[in-house]
């Protein structure tokens, strides 16, 4: 439950602006949507409202879909949108783009656990746990020698939250970081900081590329049949950016033939991935349920993010994270 600011009276929610959230949150922001003088009303998983929200003026956005969202921009005179995903790929559609509404996303809120994950993923990898695991079932005892981070060039697509979060976590086991990114400014997380037009030069000498960048127009596709080319054959691929920002079928065909050691995918084109799908079964893929971003203390983040953004809306102050419709992010 969240603690009222001290010396801050509660304010009366009569004629008070409407805010539409999962119904799941409605718990965490009644304290603060009566300080505020702001009428929480709750929605359920498909969108439909519990209570009316006639006039309602701002939507937290949980996991709708493209439709679900339409709907409600179409229904209610929204001015902010706060979504509870980093990625707004979803948000901006046409119905989205013929309205003036700010949109604020929850990057960083999710960044922590998906940046542990990676750590532990190329750990697992580099020290052949699944190997181990297998062993270990068919009682067998024999000495192994696996290889150290110490050394190791790992390349992030991508230059946010996420990324330096990841940058920070693997920076004590002496690997040497390059981000890409559209802006090239230095960054004390990252050895070096390149422009996207490097990438393939930049892929030619990395042990790892980790994908971390949001879905725009720019970036669908980016990690192509000539990436998979440039980088070097013990080269490994992680990604938890989103599906589409990774060639499906040049990735398969390059694990097939030997030309990418291995990849671990938290993200896809469809999802969930069909049971048919050959990932399922290569040994030299993980496949993860989009699930990365998940940990107990994400739901803490996002309620304390929204509820800094809620306190400023109703003040007319400005927002956190606010997003920029042209860039996508």
């Known amino acids: ?42 929605y359920d998983a498909d969108g439909q409202l519990i209570r009316n929200g006639a006039g309602a003026r ?15 921009i179409r ?23 013929e309205r003036t509404i700010v949109l604020t996303n929850s990057a960083g809120v999710h960044a922590p656990s998906i940046a542990e994950w990676v750590v532990a993923m190329i750990l697992a990898s580099e020290k052949q746990l699944r190997e181990m695991f297998h062993r270990q079932r068919e009682r067998r005892w024999e000495k ?10 790992i390349l992030i697509v991508g230059g946010g939250r996420i990324a330096t979060e990841i940058a920070t976590r693997l920076r004590p086991f002496g690997v040497t970081l ?29 042990d790892w590329m980790v994908v971390a960048v949001p879905l ?7 990690i192509g049949r000539d990436v998979f080319e440039a980088l070097p054959p013990q080269a490994r691929l992680i990604n938890v950016a989103r599906g589409e920002v990774v060639d499906e079928t040049a990735m398969l065909d390059a694990l097939r033939r030997g030309r990418l050691a291995g990849a671990v995918l938290d993200v896809f084109d469809e999802e969930p991935l069909p049971s048919d799908h050959p990932f399922w079964t290569m040994e030299s893929v ?27 809306f109703a003040r007319g102050e400005p927002l956190e994270n606010v997003v920029d419709p042209a860039r996508g992010y």
Not at 144 to 153: H, P, S, T, W
């Open 75 to 97: 229904e209610y005179p929204l001015e902010w949108i706060h979504t509870g995903s980093a990625g707004v790929d979803h948000i901006l559609t046409p119905a989205f783009r």
């Open 178 to 206: 390059t981000a890409l990114r559209r802006n090239p400014v230095p960054a004390v997380a990252f050895d070096s900081v390149l422009p996207v037009s490097d990438l393939y030069r930049a892929a030619k000498t990395s």
């Open 58 to 72: 701002a939507l937290f956005r949980w996991w709708l879909s493209a439709d679900q969202g339409d709907r409600l």
């Open 1 to 42: 439950m969240l603690v009222l600011a001290e010396n801050e009276p509660p304010v009366s929610s009569h004629g008070a602006t409407r805010v539409l959230i999962p119904a799941h949150f409605e718990n965490d922001l009644t304290e603060l949507a009566l300080q505020c003088g702001v009428e929480l009303i709750p």
């Open 144 to 153: 192994v020698e696996r290889n150290e981070l110490a050394g190791k060039r």
């Open 286 to 312: 993980v496949v993860l349920p989009h699930t990365t971003w998940r940990s107990p203390l994400v739901r803490a983040r996002q309620v304390a993010l929204f509820s800094r953004n809620l306190r400023s």
């Open 216 to 222: 725009t127009e720019e970036t669908h596709g980016l």
